[in-house]
């Protein structure tokens, strides 16, 4: 059985100081990992994603996540957020063509 | 860019209606999913297609169908709403093929069943 678990559901921090967003996965395959974001009344939209190759992605708007596959995690970080950072980023698991998703992470930047 | 219209944002019905929720892709992708998003639970797959005609159980599909009789559209169908069908329904699309092919979402249907 495939999983994946978010460690927080709501993560609030200061305007131009770092966050990182956990997620860790369970999953007997191989997997590809992704991070999205949900702003406000909007769909998700891809950050990022883990398919092989570099443990290390970069994605949009500054953000990057590092694949530990001892660890099984796939932490998401951001060295300075801004208050348009605010949403909900949700972790997902890939296989056989479909995401399995975490229960997402609330971000709540404030000045 | 890639395109997930959803027909309808805000949609309140009662209970026992049956209730059409419309998705219509514009990149000629063969994938197309309805999720369910709840607070504290994320999203959970309820129905997927990957191709005309074809269609899977997800996670979820109990009180669902679904019917894909275009390549470009994906129906989610409520057979008989009951309240605990009140949610956003998202629906997405991607390309066949490689596993790892990015997901593409529409912005949502909050549907409220009364």
């Known amino acids: 059985a495939q999983s994946v678990t978010q460690l927080d559901s709501q993560v609030p921090v200061f305007e131009e100081a770092p966050v990182e967003l956990r997620c860790n996965y369970s999953?007997?395959?191989?997997?590809?990992l992704f991070w999205y974001v949900q702003y406000p009344n909007q769909g998700l939209q891809l950050l990022l994603k883990?398919?092989?190759?570099?443990?290390l992605v970069k994605g949009i708007n500054g953000f990057e996540a590092e694949f530990n596959k001892s660890q099984t995690s796939f932490h998401l970080r951001k060295p300075s957020v801004h208050i348009s950072d605010t949403a909900e980023y949700f972790c997902a698991l890939g296989s056989w063509g479909k995401l399995q998703f975490g229960a997402g992470t609330q971000v709540v930047v404030t000045p | 860019d890639v395109k997930v219209t959803q027909s309808s944002r805000y949609l309140v019905k009662r209970t026992g209606e049956k209730v059409f929720l419309e998705c219509v892709q514009d990149?000629?992708?063969?994938?197309m999913f309805w999720y369910r998003q709840d607070p504290g639970l994320g999203l959970r797959l309820i129905y997927f297609s990957y191709d005309v005609k074809m269609k899977e159980k997800g996670d979820i599909p109990e009180g669902y169908s679904v019917s894909r009789e275009k390549k470009e559209r994906f129906s989610l169908i409520l057979e008989s709403a009951s309240t605990n069908q009140t949610s956003m329904y998202l629906c997405a699309s991607s390309p066949g093929g490689l596993a790892g092919n990015t997901i593409y979402f529409g912005e949502g249907s909050w549907l409220t069943v009364v």
């Open positions: 883990y398919l092989s190759g570099s443990t």
């Open positions: 990149m000629d992708h063969e994938n």
């Open positions: 999953s007997s395959v191989s997997v590809y």
